[in-house]
């Protein structure tokens, strides 16, 4: 899958103070270093669960930790055919992890960086010290060059490779099972994995010091998109809104609205189906900041398209149309005619947000202005900026949930879509239960469900209807 470049690559490292910067200087006043990362580089902070996570993916595959405590990690997701993230530690990329749909696993793909935090006691392969320089630029390991492997290693596994002294010198994937390796006397056991150098220098760090090392950056960032929503609203005199999802986007944006303009109502389109600590987000932070919300819909909609339609995939989301868009639309032609809402857009997300102005009206929802501060932001902005004013973000993000909205999302990973089957069985069972009447009714094939066909169009034995 081809890079998306979304937006500049700002990730930056200081190796003074163990934390991401997203400029050229650190606020201690040391330089900072670029780490190269693979587009779009929305990069994120890795949350405890996250690294829990991680964690045991890597214990599992090689016997041992990935991440020691009081480290900060940084996620990159990066295009796969589902989920895939790169993991920055030290300054560096160390490792991705890639869920295997089909397989319903998790697999590690370690760089040579990751020796500098793990110590593998599984999938080891021992190679002749005579064949280490050849090995650290790169070179596959063949067979002459075998010293030893761990039991159990099979064709396809991620190896740590070492030398006679068990000092790490690259990282690859087995081209062959131990026991075949154990009969070769010729032919490649490794492929080396080859990546662009990166220095990777551990320390310890919190995300105070993070955001403290940011203070002008954020200050800078905050700035220009408290300015730009004064210029929107002084423009345009039209009733202003934040339009809050429960997300972390939305909330940043709000708390810079309010430093702009004062106190503007939230406008929340309920589907009926999101997940409760959505709900309990919006209370908590209309309480927190005394604001009103004004609320849309309910799940009627869905749930009657659905009779007709079946379930939204990912490239025909009816959902957002009958469930936000339109309900939208008649609550601002009801209450105020037109508005002014200020939204959490950002063009990291997507191309379509990346391409987006920052200043439109949705073709659906006309009577809607919509103007977005923080479009040039990535999600680390947005978190330093969040830990820095102590906003009430939702608890979701802590429970390795990285996009908020309808908890049955098409356009959510699959590996998503597992971690909200396991932690929210209740939510799974209802749309599960849906989605068992639509194969039924259409005689769809039984991994129609366990294998996420009915996110795709095609696959979910409806028609193409359009909707006004």
């Not at 700002?10 to 780490?35: F, I, K, N, Y």
């Not at 593998?120 to 002749?128: E, K, L």
């Not at 947005?382 to 802590?398: G, I, K, Q, S, T």
Request: aromatic share 8%; with cysteine.
């Amino acid at each position: 899958m081809r890079r998306s470049y979304l937006g500049k690559l700002v990730l930056r490292w200081c190796d003074h103070c163990h934390v991401p910067v997203l400029g050229s200087r650190c606020e201690c006043g040391a330089e900072t270093r670029q780490v190269p990362i693979t587009p779009p580089g929305d990069i994120r902070p890795a949350f405890d669960a996250d690294i829990r996570h991680i964690n045991a993916i890597f214990r599992d595959y090689f016997g041992s930790d990935l991440i020691p405590e009081g480290h900060l990690a940084i996620l990159n997701k990066i295009p796969d055919a589902d989920r895939m993230e790169e993991i920055i530690l030290g300054g560096s990329v160390v490792s991705a992890i890639r869920y295997l749909a089909d397989e319903d696993r998790w697999e590690p793909i370690p760089r040579l960086s990751a020796s500098r935090f793990i110590q593998p006691s599984t999938r080891r392969v021992i190679v002749d010290n005579g064949a280490v320089e050849s090995i650290s630029q790169g070179s596959s390991v063949l067979a002459p060059g075998l010293v030893g492997m761990d039991e159990g290693i099979l064709e396809g596994d991620e190896v740590f490779i070492l030398d006679e002294g068990e000092r790490c010198i690259g990282v690859g994937r087995a081209k062959v099972s131990t026991e075949e390796a154990r009969a070769m006397q010729r032919g490649m056991i490794v492929r080396t994995r080859k990546n662009v150098p990166s220095p990777c220098i551990p320390g310890a760090a919190t995300w105070n010091e993070a955001v403290e090392a940011n203070r002008t950056i954020l200050d800078h960032a905050e700035a220009e998109a408290v300015r730009f929503v004064r210029d929107v609203a002084a423009k345009n005199r039209l009733p202003a809104n934040v339009s809050y999802s429960g997300g972390k986007d939305s909330l940043a944006t709000l708390l810079i609205v309010l430093k702009a303009i004062g106190d503007v109502p939230l406008l929340f389109a309920d589907t009926g189906l999101e997940f409760e600590e959505t709900y309990r987000n919006i209370e908590e932070v209309a309480l927190r900041y005394d604001l009103e919300v004004i609320r849309t819909g309910s799940a009627d909609p869905f749930w009657e398209t659905f009779a007709v339609e079946g379930p939204p995939a990912v490239d025909k989301r009816w959902c957002c149309k009958v469930c936000k868009l339109l309900p939208v639309r008649e609550l601002i032609s009801e209450r105020w005619e037109e508005c002014l809402s200020f939204i959490g857009q950002r063009k990291y997300e997507s191309f379509a947000r990346k391409n987006s102005p920052r200043v439109w009206r949705n073709g659906v929802v006309g009577c809607q202005l919509s103007a977005a501060p923080i479009q040039h932001w990535t999600a680390l902005h947005v978190w330093l900026y969040l830990f820095r004013e102590n906003a009430p973000y939702n608890a979701l993000y802590e429970q390795r949930i990285d996009r908020i909205g309808c908890y049955m999302c098409p356009s959510s990973d699959m590996a998503v879509l597992k971690t909200i089957r396991e932690e929210f069985p209740g939510l799974w069972a209802t749309w599960r239960a849906k989605l068992s009447e639509w194969q039924t009714t259409n005689d769809l094939p039984c991994e129609w469900i366990e294998k996420g066909l009915w996110r795709r169009i095609g696959e979910s034995g409806h028609e193409d209807h359009s909707y006004s």
